[in-house]
């Protein structure tokens, strides 16, 4: 029976401090008249985090947004923006100058060119995420790290779809760049193995006293996702990155915009290694003379060290190869195979 007691004691102390050393969120999610059904999506993902509590504030409402740690505008349609959506652009500018945490994702990047806070214009493009044999996952890559790709080795592919579709990417192509004050590039478009580095699609942009995060495209909330926990884990990033409460380990770096040629201060510096010069190889007159040793991978005859696939030494009537791997040694009619090993 004490033991029973000190163990509801113990876990009722465990649970004050946890809770006393949680630091909840608070999280606007801002809807226009657009899809509702992604915002309710985006809604239930963050609110698997403990601690994260979600609000949607209509675009048209004027509610004060200071008592937010974050606000978060995703706009999945493309068409232009509503009266509304301008005069919230005002709203949410004001929060981010007073040290508010702003994202902005897929097409409300765009109120950045609106707002006037990024001069460079904010490009729109169209990706055919199409399976040709290797899926069709699509997303960001930072360079070498960024907290936003805690846990995901410094990349994600946020994306992939069930069915061949197309993904509206924003962002700046080739030879331009955010030209905000401070402005950072934090992530690059990224399909299959391939870098985009000339697609910059996320940045960051510091404001007043607050911060702007830009995601252009690919967070699709509304649809089928083989990849949903990947988008599950770099949107909960999103929010404690701005928010201060992600813990990561990961070095925030960020991707060089500037056009400039390459010199030779940027190539890398190697220790100097020293290469034998090529030498003749020599082989006794008499084939019969060799001695020789095979092993799966590998066959030693005379001075020669072959290893890989067959090789010939078309100069003797000698032939070697290697077998699935296992070599054998044939010799005028004569086979000698090694353990295992197949005919030639």
């Known amino acids: 029976m004490f033991r029973r007691f000190l163990a509801v004691i113990c876990a009722a102390v465990v649970t004050l401090l946890s809770s006393c050393g949680r630091q909840d969120l608070k999280v606007a999610l801002i809807v226009g008249d657009h899809d509702s059904k992604q915002i309710d999506s985006l809604r239930s993902m963050l609110s698997l985090e403990n601690g994260v509590f979600c609000s949607v504030i209509d675009a048209g ?10 606000v978060w505008f995703h706009r999945p349609d493309s068409s232009d923006f509503t009266e509304a959506e301008r005069t919230l652009s005002e709203r ?8 508010g945490k702003l994202i902005l994702s897929m097409d409300a990047v765009r109120l950045l060119n609106e707002s006037g806070v990024e001069d460079s214009p904010i490009s729109a493009w169209t990706y055919d995420a199409v399976d040709y044999g290797f899926g069709r996952k699509v997303g960001f890559h930072s360079f070498r790290s960024h907290p936003l790709f805690d846990g995901m080795n410094g990349g994600a592919y946020v994306w992939h779809g069930h069915n061949d579709n197309k993904c509206r990417v924003l962002g700046f192509p080739k030879g331009v760049a955010p030209a905000a004050d401070g402005a950072k590039v934090i992530g690059i478009f990224w399909e299959y193995i391939y870098y985009h580095p000339d697609e910059k699609v996320i940045w960051e942009t510091p404001y007043g006293k607050g911060d702007i995060l830009a995601v252009g495209g690919l967070l699709n909330y509304g649809a089928p996702n083989y990849n949903r926990c990947l988008l599950e884990r770099f949107t909960r990033n999103c929010v404690g990155y701005l928010a201060g409460t992600l813990k990561s380990g990961e070095t925030p770096r960020y991707w060089d915009c500037s056009e400039r040629p390459l010199t030779s201060e940027d190539a890398y510096e190697y220790d100097s290694v020293d290469i034998p010069g090529p030498t003749r190889w020599t082989l006794p007159e008499d084939p019969h003379a060799l001695d020789w040793k095979a092993t799966r991978n590998e066959v030693n005859i005379g001075d020669f060290h072959l290893q890989g696939e067959w090789r010939d030494i078309r100069d003797l009537d000698t032939s070697i190869h290697v077998f699935e791997g296992l070599p054998c040694f044939c010799q005028d009619s004569r086979k000698l195979l090694s353990s295992g090993g197949g005919g030639d």
């Open 92 to 99: 949410l500018l004001s929060y981010v100058g007073a040290g």
């Open 61 to 70: 409402c004027e509610s004060d947004l200071s008592g937010f740690d974050v």
